[in-house]
């Protein structure tokens, strides 16, 4: 194969105007102070830095992003799980624990006949498929957009039913989480779970 | 300490107390100019750097400046390793040989005038700059025998492009220096300040020579565009492939202690040292121990130009080809370099007679 290669002047063969273009295109770069967000708008400006501060900046992850799974509150505070086991059951990996109340227990909310006395994610095993949050009939697990699980032993990563429910926060959440970006099933979804719920007979 | 002594069997003393004072001097620098390269490449490159180091134990930040001790107990309390192919001895021995060279250099370059009754110089020698050539062609020492000793294709073939692309270019070096000497008639680099003093510097006078050393510099060093040796596009790390730890940061440090020797000389051979054209106070030896500082210091803020500038340069030029080095060192600056000392003899010639 011939390669043809341009005939360089005399000029360019000193190097000096690639020297200077370079010269000119590192000074742009070197400065361009301006700070920026990560994605959005500061892919565009050539003259802000592409780097992201990690832990201080974190990732906007796109809606439908499968991150930590985690329990909800419904809007009045309680805990929305039943204690039904699917989630458990349908875990590839094995990572829900649920101890279910047996006789007792304590039900916090109407329309509920009990709810888990334990509830535990080992989140060294979940492998964050979300088929906990597509079997669960109450939508009381969801998976949230928590990517970075950091923990210093193997014990403090099985997350128990209190952290669950406290870092999942109530129902309205997670209804903005899903709402915020017009994606509007999950949240359809949601309504006719708390219609359908609302028409439920009383139990007292 | 910088008391007067006339007593030439205390001089040693002086001469052991200038050497850790430079030695002081010249790590923290070399330490600061790893942090300056990696801050600089990351603005150019749109990046931040690293910012984060700065008090141990506490939440200063300093701007990263914190980082070099992180570096550096980073480098401590990794494993070295030391591959079961290699030849013991010489594997061990390369990174002092390549390091040591870089500081020997730094005993014959004036850092300033005077500092009481003291030359600042560790070795006014009168064939400074014989010296030094002599030494800094021994740094090719370090890179060849690691490449001999690392027993390992990519470290042979960065120790063999190192020792070409070193002789090459001392030649070139070598000769680009002879006009200076032809100018100043003495081989003191004590000397060369003196005739540069109140802005005559050389720079002006002989700016072929000055490029040419310049990029000879940058060859000398294995910085880029000239970096055949580690190359880490081609030859994974180069030199650097089977080293690890704190004899991996031996040769990153005798890299940037070269760089400093480099830069030192430039200073003083072309760029007027420790002088500044700013009237007698930055031109005469200095009679105070302030006005000493002062020379000192305009001597180390010099260095710390040029070595901006050769670490911009490497962020700036990519590398160049194995043939093109070649071609650049014999063909074009070997001439060069001659053209200029003959063009230099006549016009001296012409003058003198």
Same mark, same amino acid.
């Given at each position: 194969?011939?390669?043809?290669?341009?005939?360089?002047?005399?000029?360019?063969?000193?190097?000096?105007?690639?020297?200077?273009?370079?010269?000119?295109?590192?000074?742009?770069?070197?400065?361009?102070?301006?700070?920026?967000?990560?994605?959005?708008?500061?892919?565009?400006?050539?003259?802000?830095?592409?780097?992201?501060?990690?832990?201080? *900046?974190?990732?906007?992850?796109?809606?439908?992003?499968?991150?930590?799974?985690?329990?909800?509150?419904?809007?009045?505070?309680?805990?929305?799980?039943?204690? #039904?086991?699917? #989630?458990?059951?349908?875990?590839?990996?094995?990572?829900?624990?649920?101890?279910?109340?047996?006789?007792?227990?304590?039900?916090?909310?109407?329309?509920?006949?009990?709810?888990?006395?334990?509830?535990?994610?080992?989140?060294?095993?979940?492998?964050? #498929?979300?088929?906990?949050?597509?079997? #669960?009939?109450?939508?009381?697990?969801?998976?949230?957009?928590?990517?970075?699980?950091?923990?210093?032993?193997?014990?403090?990563?099985?997350?128990?039913?209190?952290?669950?429910?406290?870092?999942?926060?109530?129902?309205?959440?997670?209804?903005?989480?899903?709402?915020?970006?017009?994606?509007?099933?999950?949240?359809?979804?949601?309504?006719?779970?708390?219609?359908?719920?609302? *028409?439920?007979?009383?139990?007292? | 300490?910088?008391?007067?002594?006339?007593?030439?069997?205390?001089?040693?003393?002086?001469?052991?107390?200038?050497?850790?004072?430079?030695?002081?001097?010249?790590?923290?620098?070399?330490?600061?100019?790893?942090?300056?390269?990696?801050?600089?490449?990351?603005?150019?490159?749109?990046?931040?750097?690293?910012?984060?180091?700065?008090?141990?134990?506490?939440?200063?930040?300093?701007?990263?400046?914190?980082?070099?001790?992180?570096?550096?107990?980073?480098?401590?309390?990794?494993?070295?390793?030391?591959?079961?192919?290699?030849?013991?001895?010489?594997?061990?021995?390369?990174?002092?040989?390549?390091?040591?060279?870089?500081?020997?250099?730094?005993?014959?370059?004036?850092?300033?005038?005077?500092?009481?009754?003291?030359?600042?110089?560790?070795?006014?020698?009168?064939?400074?700059?014989?010296?030094?050539?002599?030494?800094?062609?021994?740094?090719?020492?370090?890179?060849?025998?690691?490449?001999?000793?690392?027993?390992?294709?990519?470290?042979?073939?960065?120790?063999?492009?190192?020792?070409?692309?070193?002789?090459?270019?001392?030649?070139?070096?070598?000769?680009?220096?002879?006009?200076?000497?032809?100018?100043?008639?003495?081989?003191?680099?004590?000397?060369?300040?003196?005739?540069?003093?109140?802005?005559?510097?050389?720079?002006?006078?002989?700016?072929?020579?000055?490029?040419?050393?310049?990029?000879?510099?940058?060859?000398?060093?294995?910085?880029?565009?000239?970096?055949?040796?580690?190359?880490?596009?081609?030859?994974?790390?180069?030199?650097?492939?089977?080293?690890?730890?704190?004899?991996?940061?031996?040769?990153?440090?005798?890299?940037?202690?070269?760089?400093?020797?480099?830069?030192?000389?430039?200073?003083?051979?072309?760029?007027?040292?420790?002088?500044?054209?700013?009237?007698?106070?930055?031109?005469?030896?200095?009679?105070?121990?302030?006005?000493?500082?002062?020379?000192?210091?305009?001597?180390?803020?010099?260095?710390?130009?040029?070595?901006?500038?050769?670490?911009?340069?490497?962020?700036?030029?990519?590398?160049?080809?194995?043939?093109?080095?070649?071609?650049?060192?014999?063909?074009?600056?070997?001439?060069?370099?001659?053209?200029?000392?003959?063009?230099?003899?006549?016009?001296?010639?012409?003058?003198?007679?």
């Amino acid at each position: 194969m011939k390669v043809d290669r341009t005939k360089l002047t005399w000029w360019e063969r000193l190097y000096i105007p690639s020297i200077l273009n370079g010269f000119k295109v590192t000074m742009r770069h070197f400065f361009s102070w301006k700070r920026s967000k990560v994605y959005g708008d500061k892919q565009k400006s050539y003259r802000a830095k592409t780097t992201m501060q990690y832990p201080e *900046e974190k990732w906007d992850v796109p809606t439908g992003y499968r991150g930590a799974p985690y329990l909800l509150k419904d809007v009045d505070n309680n805990t929305k799980c039943v204690s #039904c086991q699917l #989630c458990e059951f349908v875990c590839p990996p094995r990572a829900i624990r649920i101890t279910p109340p047996g006789g007792g227990g304590v039900v916090e909310r109407e329309g509920a006949e009990k709810m888990p006395d334990e509830f535990e994610i080992d989140m060294l095993r979940c492998i964050y #498929c979300g088929y906990c949050q597509e079997v #669960c009939p109450e939508e009381a697990i969801y998976l949230l957009k928590d990517y970075a699980i950091t923990g210093e032993s193997r014990e403090e990563l099985i997350y128990d039913k209190e952290k669950l429910l406290e870092l999942g926060g109530a129902d309205k959440r997670a209804y903005d989480h899903h709402a915020q970006d017009g994606v509007a099933e999950g949240v359809k979804k949601w309504e006719t779970k708390m219609r359908e719920a609302s *028409e439920q007979p009383k139990f007292h | 300490m910088l008391a007067v002594t006339t007593d030439p069997s205390q001089d040693w003393l002086l001469t052991l107390f200038k050497v850790v004072c430079v030695f002081a001097v010249v790590m923290p620098m070399v330490a600061y100019s790893v942090v300056a390269e990696r801050r600089i490449s990351a603005w150019i490159q749109d990046r931040i750097g690293p910012n984060r180091v700065g008090i141990p134990f506490t939440n200063i930040k300093l701007l990263g400046l914190g980082q070099p001790l992180a570096d550096g107990l980073k480098a401590l309390v990794k494993e070295d390793f030391t591959p079961a192919h290699v030849m013991k001895v010489f594997y061990w021995m390369a990174p002092a040989i390549a390091m040591v060279p870089s500081f020997v250099v730094l005993a014959v370059v004036p850092f300033g005038s005077r500092l009481g009754e003291q030359k600042m110089v560790i070795a006014d020698l009168d064939v400074g700059i014989l010296f030094t050539f002599g030494v800094v062609s021994l740094g090719v020492y370090g890179i060849v025998l690691d490449g001999y000793a690392s027993n390992s294709k990519y470290p042979f073939l960065g120790g063999i492009r190192s020792g070409a692309q070193m002789i090459s270019y001392e030649i070139a070096m070598g000769l680009a220096v002879v006009p200076v000497f032809m100018l100043v008639g003495k081989l003191n680099l004590g000397a060369v300040i003196e005739y540069q003093a109140d802005g005559a510097w050389l720079l002006f006078k002989q700016p072929l020579a000055f490029a040419i050393f310049l990029i000879a510099i940058f060859a000398e060093t294995n910085r880029l565009p000239f970096d055949l040796a580690e190359s880490e596009t081609e030859l994974v790390a180069g030199y650097n492939t089977e080293y690890s730890s704190m004899r991996f940061a031996l040769f990153f440090m005798g890299e940037y202690a070269a760089m400093i020797a480099g830069s030192a000389l430039m200073v003083v051979l072309f760029c007027g040292g420790w002088t500044l054209p700013l009237g007698d106070y930055f031109n005469m030896p200095a009679e105070s121990l302030g006005q000493g500082l002062v020379h000192i210091a305009v001597f180390l803020a010099k260095i710390a130009v040029f070595l901006g500038l050769m670490i911009w340069v490497r962020w700036m030029l990519p590398r160049f080809r194995y043939d093109q080095l070649m071609n650049i060192g014999w063909k074009r600056f070997l001439p060069l370099s001659l053209a200029n000392i003959i063009l230099t003899a006549i016009v001296l010639w012409v003058l003198n007679s």
